[in-house]
């Protein structure tokens, strides 16, 4: 009877444990478990008290009645099924035994031993089957865990999904807020950039107009000259011709015809002077044209050191044009190749401002279906921390206020993008600098 009773009592603990592990307990749980515990000590009791003993007896069998109504009708306990097969066979034995010894004492005790064997194999099974049973509850409760695990840890995930949606649309609008600073930024320094390079431009044409306000005066000069010389003449051929005197009329007419000649060459020279300097200050590429590289290089090369001259008439330098022989004319933006030449040839002199015997030289040369213009110097040279520095835009070795910094990066992308070529760089400390320019033929 005791057996019977710890039995019962053991299996619903267990499913008092299930249902509070599902948060499930019935309003009968604190009764029945409070039932229990006082049948316990009625059965205890009983034992040794003959007179309660026949109703202590069956309580087990009463709780055990419950126990399985509650399973085959509650979905919760369910799984305690199994649990349910390994100790209904026991009970039953037991119930069965009970029932026998109650009704016929005889008949039992004739029977006694096929009970008691038929309760031993019940106690076994029951003892096998709540070993496989506890191991499944215990898989069954890792896989339940598992499941719990999982569905924390989707909650977590859902939450820091939300979070991060939520982050996702400040940081968006933060970037794009950033976007908008930024493009105001970039507006702000490409006005500023083009003031720049505006600056650049009025600044090298600021040099060339001081190199032409020199390199202009030696024609108007020689059309100054000949045009006083020309009406000293005329004064004479009136002379001539009153006298009727043929052979110094012949003389000089062709005096006057020659120094015409002369004033037409110096005149001409002074408009494509005045025509470089207009082409020089245009906005803009401009249209390419077939143009005479040396001719250009010669004309610059005069301009560039006239204009040094015209900021430093203490200034002295040796310069000459290698021309290269019968050179085809190229087709260039002949004001944009002008401004290239003057940035480095202006660099060139600047070079050699300090040294004893300065020499700038300018040469072309055809190679390999490409023209080539090199200026060269016998400077200082470039240090080597700063060579890969000098095409950048705004980098400039001059004191603050005397240069932008675009020269030298705007005739890179003159030559480079605006004409298909190379500028290149060759320098070597205490001997010189050259600046290599390749244009393509075609």
């Given at each position: 009877m005791i057996g019977e009773f710890i039995t019962t009592f053991f299996i619903f603990r267990h499913l008092r444990k299930m249902l509070r592990d599902a948060k499930q307990l019935p309003h009968w749980d604190r009764p029945l478990l409070g039932g229990m515990i006082a049948s316990i000590a009625i059965v205890l009791a009983g034992a040794g008290i003959e007179s309660i003993r026949p109703v202590a007896l069956w309580i087990p069998y009463f709780f055990m009645g419950f126990i399985l109504y509650a399973i085959y009708t509650r979905e919760e306990l369910t799984q305690a099924k199994s649990l349910m097969t390994a100790v209904v066979p026991f009970m039953a034995v037991s119930l069965v035994s009970n029932l026998v010894e109650t009704i016929t004492t005889e008949f039992y005790t004739s029977w006694q031993s096929y009970f008691e064997v038929a309760g031993v194999f019940s106690l076994v099974w029951m003892i096998v089957m709540l070993i496989i049973t506890n191991k499944q509850n215990k898989a069954l409760a890792i896989e339940r865990e598992k499941a719990l695990e999982e569905e924390r840890q989707n909650k977590i995930m859902t939450k820091l999904k939300a979070d991060l949606e939520v982050q996702v649309v400040e940081r968006t609008a933060e970037i794009t807020k950033q976007k908008e600073e930024l493009q105001l930024a970039l507006n702000d320094l490409k006005t500023t950039q083009n003031q720049l390079i505006h600056s650049e431009k009025m600044a090298s044409l600021g040099a060339l107009t001081a190199g032409i306000a020199h390199e202009i005066q030696n024609p108007l000069n020689f059309v100054n000259n000949f045009s006083d010389l020309n009406q000293e003449l005329l004064s004479e051929l009136r002379q001539a011709i009153k006298e009727n005197d043929q052979e110094e009329i012949e003389a000089l007419t062709n005096d006057l015809v020659a120094n015409e000649k002369k004033v037409t060459q110096h005149g001409k020279r002074a408009e494509q002077i005045v025509k470089s300097?207009?082409?020089?200050?245009?906005?803009?590429?401009?249209?390419?044209?077939?143009?005479?590289?040396?001719?250009?290089?010669?004309?610059y090369l005069h301009l560039s050191y006239h204009g040094y001259r015209a900021q430093d008439k203490s200034?002295?330098?040796?310069?000459?044009?290698?021309?290269?022989?019968?050179?085809?004319?190229?087709?260039?933006?002949?004001?944009?190749?002008?401004?290239?030449?003057?940035?480095?040839i202006n660099n060139a002199f600047q070079a050699v401002q300090d040294v004893e015997k300065p020499e700038v030289i300018v040469s072309t040369q055809l190679s390999n279906g490409?023209?080539?213009?090199?200026?060269?110097?016998?400077?200082p040279g470039?240090?080597?921390?700063?060579?890969?520095k000098i095409f950048q835009p705004f980098f400039t070795t001059k004191p603050t206020g005397e240069g932008t910094g675009l020269g030298l990066s705007m005739s890179y992308d003159i030559v480079t993008k605006g004409h298909g070529g190379t500028l290149e760089l060759k320098t070597e400390l205490g001997k010189g600098t050259t600046f290599i320019v390749q244009l393509p033929l075609s």
């Amino acid at each position: 009877m005791i057996g019977e009773f710890i039995t019962t009592f053991f299996i619903f603990r267990h499913l008092r444990k299930m249902l509070r592990d599902a948060k499930q307990l019935p309003h009968w749980d604190r009764p029945l478990l409070g039932g229990m515990i006082a049948s316990i000590a009625i059965v205890l009791a009983g034992a040794g008290i003959e007179s309660i003993r026949p109703v202590a007896l069956w309580i087990p069998y009463f709780f055990m009645g419950f126990i399985l109504y509650a399973i085959y009708t509650r979905e919760e306990l369910t799984q305690a099924k199994s649990l349910m097969t390994a100790v209904v066979p026991f009970m039953a034995v037991s119930l069965v035994s009970n029932l026998v010894e109650t009704i016929t004492t005889e008949f039992y005790t004739s029977w006694q031993s096929y009970f008691e064997v038929a309760g031993v194999f019940s106690l076994v099974w029951m003892i096998v089957m709540l070993i496989i049973t506890n191991k499944q509850n215990k898989a069954l409760a890792i896989e339940r865990e598992k499941a719990l695990e999982e569905e924390r840890q989707n909650k977590i995930m859902t939450k820091l999904k939300a979070d991060l949606e939520v982050q996702v649309v400040e940081r968006t609008a933060e970037i794009t807020k950033q976007k908008e600073e930024l493009q105001l930024a970039l507006n702000d320094l490409k006005t500023t950039q083009n003031q720049l390079i505006h600056s650049e431009k009025m600044a090298s044409l600021g040099a060339l107009t001081a190199g032409i306000a020199h390199e202009i005066q030696n024609p108007l000069n020689f059309v100054n000259n000949f045009s006083d010389l020309n009406q000293e003449l005329l004064s004479e051929l009136r002379q001539a011709i009153k006298e009727n005197d043929q052979e110094e009329i012949e003389a000089l007419t062709n005096d006057l015809v020659a120094n015409e000649k002369k004033v037409t060459q110096h005149g001409k020279r002074a408009e494509q002077i005045v025509k470089s300097m207009l082409q020089h200050s245009r906005s803009g590429s401009g249209e390419k044209e077939l143009t005479d590289i040396n001719a250009l290089c010669d004309e610059y090369l005069h301009l560039s050191y006239h204009g040094y001259r015209a900021q430093d008439k203490s200034f002295q330098s040796d310069f000459k044009l290698d021309s290269f022989p019968d050179l085809p004319k190229v087709k260039v933006v002949p004001q944009d190749i002008g401004r290239v030449l003057l940035n480095l040839i202006n660099n060139a002199f600047q070079a050699v401002q300090d040294v004893e015997k300065p020499e700038v030289i300018v040469s072309t040369q055809l190679s390999n279906g490409q023209i080539q213009i090199s200026v060269s110097d016998n400077g200082p040279g470039i240090p080597d921390d700063i060579k890969d520095k000098i095409f950048q835009p705004f980098f400039t070795t001059k004191p603050t206020g005397e240069g932008t910094g675009l020269g030298l990066s705007m005739s890179y992308d003159i030559v480079t993008k605006g004409h298909g070529g190379t500028l290149e760089l060759k320098t070597e400390l205490g001997k010189g600098t050259t600046f290599i320019v390749q244009l393509p033929l075609s």
